[in-house]
């Protein structure tokens, strides 16, 4: 059996960036790693990903009412798995999925829950462990110790963790475990799924990201945003007020409401650094940022600063980027 449970999520058979970094905290906790992971469909690569990954054990649950949008079949596919191994800890992402299932899998098992966390570690000497999560808008961190007897739910922000390292000679067993689901009980049920295109990369796996804000004033200077993520090999994204003004799409947003990020490079032009937005970019190596206003507070945040009119600081830095670039090619 395991100690550690990691729910995991997977695209088109491949496993998501966030699983593995869900493994990569799973292995700065003591006790065997389990991953589970539900689908619909019989799968191909996930399985082996996990144990390379470091899972000790993968356990598949395929049943065709484990559709991605199936949260109640995830529930109760979830709550009869970890009645069967009783693990002491159990691991999710903090996306729509996981956000949602977390709760749920909680009550479920009668036990406790800490949501959007940036930390999770052992008790020297125990198997208990504790939590870290910012509250107060991201204003203050908050240390979380369960009560009782596990199997205690924990759901981690994106980005916190990195993924360890794939091994295709680690040693591991695939489980097919049957749950008993009941079609009564889904009570929500999917017409339709419209995929949105993907172009470029992803904000979440992103190494560099170019964010915009209030400070812009309108949408056309995204277009030049969006060239220098493209120098930078990165992705544009956006504080909650640029989206909120029909300046770029909300699937661009970072914040509290929107999404969290954790690049090597956060530039953030005309971004005023409320502790709202701060809170989906904390877990950026570099903050860099450019704003008018000396007293703004993301300077507070930013590693480093310019004080200065965006429209000439970043014409000049693009074309710095450029001709870097052409020289290293």
Not at 124 to 137: C, D, L, N, Q
Not at 175 to 197: I, N
Request: with cysteine.
């Amino acid at each position: 059996m395991v100690d550690i449970l990691v729910i995991g999520e997977h695209t088109r058979g491949l496993l998501d960036s966030t699983t593995k970094e869900l493994l990569g905290a799973a292995q700065r906790l003591d006790g065997k790693i389990g991953v589970a992971i539900l689908t619909d469909e019989v799968l191909d690569k996930s399985a082996e990903e996990s144990i390379a990954l470091g899972a000790d054990e993968v356990f598949v649950i395929q049943d065709p009412m484990l559709k991605r949008s199936a949260v109640e079949a995830h529930v109760t596919a979830l709550e009869q798995l970890c009645n069967h191994i009783n693990p002491n800890s159990i691991l999710l992402g903090k996306t729509i999925v996981g956000s949602d299932l977390g709760p749920r899998l909680a009550f479920r098992l009668d036990t406790g829950m800490a949501q959007d966390c940036i930390g999770v570690s052992q008790i020297s000497s125990s198997s208990e462990i504790v939590a870290t999560r910012p509250v107060y808008g991201g204003n203050a961190l908050a240390t979380i110790a369960f009560a009782g007897n596990g199997p205690h739910v924990v759901v981690i922000r994106n980005g916190t963790y990195a993924p360890p390292g794939n091994n295709a000679d680690n040693i591991g067993r695939v489980t097919l475990f049957k749950a008993q689901l009941d079609p009564a009980e889904l009570k929500v049920r999917q017409l339709q799924t419209v995929e949105k295109p993907r172009t470029g990369i992803r904000l979440e796996e992103a190494r560099a990201i170019v964010c915009g804000g209030r400070g812009l004033g309108g949408p056309e200077p995204f277009e030049q945003l969006s060239e220098l993520a493209t120098l930078l090999r990165g992705a544009v994204g956006a504080s909650r007020a640029a989206c909120d003004a029909g300046w770029i799409d909300h699937i661009y947003q970072i914040g509290l409401t929107g999404k969290t990020v954790a690049p090597d490079l956060y530039l953030a032009i005309g971004v005023s650094g409320a502790s709202q937005h701060m809170a989906g970019c904390t877990g950026s190596k570099n903050i860099v940022a450019i704003n008018s206003d000396a007293a703004a507070n993301i300077f507070h945040e930013a590693r480093f600063g310019v004080v200065g009119d965006w429209r000439k600081i970043l014409t000049s830095f693009i074309e710095t980027v450029r001709e870097l670039n052409e020289q290293h090619n």
